[in-house]
């Protein structure tokens, strides 16, 4: 058994894409999609050359926002919309 331990960072910490990834139980794909919905993040520097996250900012950010339906839901919708189109088409030639 095997089991993933993460540390909770302080309200005030900057955190890499990685470790805000790791903190939110999120994939950094999903932070990269949320970071050009306007997520707040600090720009890259000389010091530090990759974007950083301070998670009070984010989490403030994430409370705030409007929810965005995930990949999913979006399909099962479209499948429900597809599956109504068929089953009128099939009354319609029967």
Do not use: C, Y
């Not at 999120?26 to 301070?54: A, L, Q």
């Not at 403030?60 to 499948?79: F, H, K």
């Amino acid at each position: 058994m095997s089991a993933t331990v993460h540390r909770l960072a302080r309200p005030d910490a900057l955190l890499t894409k990685q470790q805000l990834a790791a903190h939110l139980d999120r994939s950094t794909r999903w932070i990269e999609m949320r970071v050009r919905e306007g997520m707040p993040s600090e720009e890259p520097t000389t010091r530090f050359p990759h974007r950083r996250f301070k998670l009070a900012d984010v989490e403030a950010w994430l409370a705030n926002s409007e929810p965005r339906p995930d990949r999913l839901s979006i399909l099962e919708a479209q499948v429900a919309r597809l599956t109504a189109t068929v089953e009128r088409l099939e009354r319609r030639t029967a």
